[in-house]
Nanobody, 119 residues
Framework: QVQLVESGGGSVQPGGSLRLSCAASGSIFSIYAMGWYRQAPGKQRELVATIISAGTIKYADSVKGRFTISRDNGKNTVYLQMNSLEPGDTAVYYC?????????????WGQGTQVTVSS
C-alpha cells in the first residue's frame, strides 16, 4: 500500500504564488508517474502537470509558463510551484501517484488540498 501526504494549499490573491508538495511512502516499487490533477466545483477532474518516469513532463495548456512541476526521487516527493495564480486556478488539487509492480501499474490519489485564488 502507498500513502500520499499533500501540503501547501491555501488562499491567495490573484498574481500570488503557492507551492504544493506530495510525499509518497509505504511499499513503493518502480514509480511510473507522479503529478497533480485538479477539480473545480461542477467540473471534471483535469490534469494540471505530471512527470512520467522517463522524464517526460506534461502540463495543461492553461498553466504552461506559470506552473512548474518537479520531483525529488530520493524523497519520493513531487512539487508544484504555482505562480501568477488566477481565479480560474481555484480548485481542489489532487496528487496522483502511479507505480509498477511487475507488469501491473497501480494508481493512488491524495486526499486533495484546496487552492483558492480570490481578491
Amino acid at each position: 500500500q502507498v500513502q500520499l501526504v499533500e501540503s501547501g494549499g491555501g488562499s491567495v490573491q490573484p498574481g500570488g504564488s503557492l507551492r504544493l508538495s506530495c510525499a509518497a511512502s509505504g511499499s513503493i516499487f518502480s514509480i511510473y508517474a507522479m503529478g497533480w490533477y485538479r477539480q473545480a466545483p461542477g467540473k471534471q477532474r483535469e490534469l494540471v502537470a505530471t512527470i512520467i518516469s522517463a522524464g517526460t513532463i506534461k502540463y495543461a495548456d492553461s498553466v504552461k509558463g506559470r506552473f512548474t512541476i518537479s520531483r525529488d526521487n530520493g524523497k519520493n516527493t513531487v512539487y508544484l510551484q504555482m505562480n501568477s495564480l488566477e481565479p480560474g486556478d481555484t480548485a481542489v488539487y489532487y496528487c496522483d501517484f502511479i507505480h509498477q509492480v511487475g507488469t501491473v501499474r497501480y494508481e493512488y490519489w491524495g486526499q486533495g488540498t484546496q487552492v483558492t485564488v480570490s481578491s
